[in-house]
Structures are given as C-alpha cells and as structure tokens.
C-alpha cells in the first residue's frame, strides 16, 4: 500500500486551527507528519519555538500524536535586506534551508521503501482523505501516471477565512522519497517544493486544500511581518481584508487590477468546493476579517476600475496575451 509522508513547517499558535484541520482531513490514511519549526522567523526576528507546546495542550491532536515526528531547530535567518531587489529570493531561501532540515530524517527513514511519497507541503495545506471514502484510491491512480517521482497537485485556496476562495489554482508537490533522496544542497528539499507551486489545471476533484492566512486580524499582520515576503505595511493588509484582494505592496510597485488572481470572494461551501469537516464546523472557525461589504468598498476604493475605459482597455490586453501565447 501506498505510504503517504507529510512533511511541512509550523511557525507559531494562530496555527492551531488549520493544524489540526490537516491531521483530521489527513486522518489514517497519512502514515507520518514530520513538522520543521525553527527559533527564528524567516525576516530574522528570535521567537522560539512554540509546536510541542501547542500538540500536547489540546487533546484534539490526541489521536495523531503518535505519528508525529518534530524537529525543532535554532537557525538565525538573515534580516532581509531591503536595500536589494532579490527581497523575496532571500527570504525564501531561508524558507528552504529550514524545510530541508526534515530531509535526512524522511530518506534515512523510508528511503528503501519505493511506494513512499512525500507531500511538501504548509501548515495550512491539507490533503483531504476524509471527505469522501475513494479519496486516496484517486490520488493513488494519479501517482501511478506521475513523470520522474513527482506530480503536482493542484490545490484550491482559502485566504483570510475558511469560505473566502481565491481565484486561482496553484500545487502542491508530492514525489517519491527516491526523487527527494537526489535532491542536494542545504536547500534541496526546499527547492522540490518552490519549484513546483505553481500554477495548475484543476483536476476533476479537489484533494488539497488550503486556508491561508486564517486567523484573527492581529495574528495575519503577525504573520505577514515574519514569512519570507517582506515589504507589506500593517495599512497594505488592512486593506485587504476591505476590499477581499490579495495584498498589494507600494515597496513592490503592485497595484490592484482587474485580472481575476488579484481577488477573493466569498462562496457557499459545498461538498464540490470544500471538505467535509471544514461545512460541519464553518461556525466555530470563521474568522470573520472580511469586510461584510467587500464589494461596495472596492467601487468607493478604486472607482478607476469600473470605468468603461478601463474595462475596455483591461480586455483588449487580456485577448493581446492569448493571442500571443496562441502563437508560440
């Protein structure tokens, strides 16, 4: 049978939701989850660790303790430095230092056992198992069909809020433990997973999930002080969750438009769209950061983007781009 390894990395306790959502949608059918946190957060700031803490303080990790393995590490991430413009390369680097440090103990582990794949995953991506009985046979026929060890899995996104949806797909990559075994370098792991996130096509269901960002406002401005991605101000964020896009930063030169990946919505959660838990439970876990009228707000905020002109001018170089990808 096949054997499922996740592997992924915990920052701080506004985490604890979505945790515990990746061991119950995970359920049986995950064989180890192998958790990287680190004494320092990726913008270089000493915050120490806080994941056993957290595992052994709720009883609902209970039934998954005993397949948990943790690694705790002290690694003193360089402050990014905004003086340069390869601001997210350094960031994401030490993203990648820290995840690979799971690596040795996945391949010395499983490496002889050629039916173990290793989810490289987040915190708050989770694999749904749980939501209907024939979840894992599914994925089990895609791995049979996966190229070189590795196949991306395309993965639905929450942001802010368990029934907010962002308008776009992007993967999560599962390979072999024989591929990550050839992975080299302090960031090789690391690699594995940021070199195959990227856009995807949607497969005919959905088995990963994730709920970025779901927490309590002070947490999000928390955490968007600490990941890899600097240059986002309290006000920038805020913003956000008024208007229900993704973030834009001065710092970056980004401003919002119309294309269709900039914007979340708000969506009733279906058995199609979400797993199983997640409706069951959407009460108790809401956030609630979304500015009820989201939509209202973004015609008093940026009112250039329903003009007529701008509409106009939107499209014409939207079908310039498919034409142009047409013909290469």
Do not use: M, W
């Given at each position: 049978m096949t054997k499922i390894i996740d592997t992924f990395l915990f920052s701080e306790p506004h985490e604890k939701e979505a945790l515990l959502i990746k061991f119950i949608l995970g359920g049986s059918f995950v064989t180890e989850w192998v958790i990287v946190e680190n004494e320092y957060t990726?913008?270089?700031?000493?915050?120490?660790?806080?994941?056993?803490?957290?595992?052994?303080?709720?009883?609902?990790?209970?039934?998954?303790?005993?397949?948990?393995?943790?690694?705790?590490?002290?690694?003193?991430?360089?402050?990014?430095?905004?003086?340069?413009?390869?601001?997210?390369?350094?960031g994401m680097d030490s993203e990648r230092r820290q995840r690979s440090l799971a690596q040795k103990y996945i391949v010395d582990k499983y490496g002889h056992e050629p039916d173990t794949w290793v989810l490289l995953s987040d915190a708050d991506e989770a694999i749904d198992f749980d939501s209907f009985p024939d979840n894992f046979s599914f994925l089990e026929?895609?791995?049979?069909?996966?190229?070189?060890?590795?196949?991306?899995?395309?993965r639905r996104r929450f942001w802010y809020d368990y029934d907010n949806l962002w308008n776009a797909v992007r993967?999560?990559?599962?390979?072999t433990v024989q591929r990550l075994a050839q992975a080299t370098g302090d960031m090789g792991m690391g690699l594995l997973r940021s070199d195959y996130i990227g856009a995807v096509l949607e497969w005919e269901r959905t088995?990963?999930?994730e709920y970025s960002y779901?927490?309590?406002?002070e947490s999000i401005l928390r955490k968007y002080r600490t990941f890899p991605h600097g240059g986002y101000s309290d006000a920038?964020?805020?913003?956000?969750?008024?208007?229900?896009?993704?973030?834009m930063s001065a710092f970056r030169n980004k401003v919002i438009d119309l294309h269709k990946d900039l914007w979340m919505e708000k969506v009733v959660l279906t058995p199609a769209n979400s797993p199983r838990y997640v409706r069951e439970h959407l009460t108790q876990i809401q956030t609630?950061?979304?500015d009820q009228n989201y939509v209202s707000n973004r015609k008093t905020d940026y009112p250039h983007l329903y003009s007529i002109s701008h509409r106009v001018s939107f499209g014409?170089?939207?079908?310039?781009?498919?034409?142009?990808?047409?013909?290469?």
């Open positions: 990726f913008q270089g700031e000493y915050k120490g660790v806080f994941a056993q803490q957290v595992l052994d303080s709720d009883e609902r990790f209970a039934p998954f303790r005993d397949r948990l393995h943790l690694i705790s590490a002290s690694l003193q991430h360089p402050p990014i430095d905004y003086t340069r413009k390869d601001i997210d390369t350094q026929n895609k791995l049979s069909s996966a190229n070189d060890g590795l196949l991306q899995i395309p993967a999560t990559p599962i390979v088995l990963v999930f779901c927490y309590d406002l920038e964020i805020i913003q956000t969750t008024r208007c229900n896009h993704i973030p609630h950061v979304i014409v170089k939207q079908l310039g781009k498919k034409i142009l990808q047409t013909f290469k």
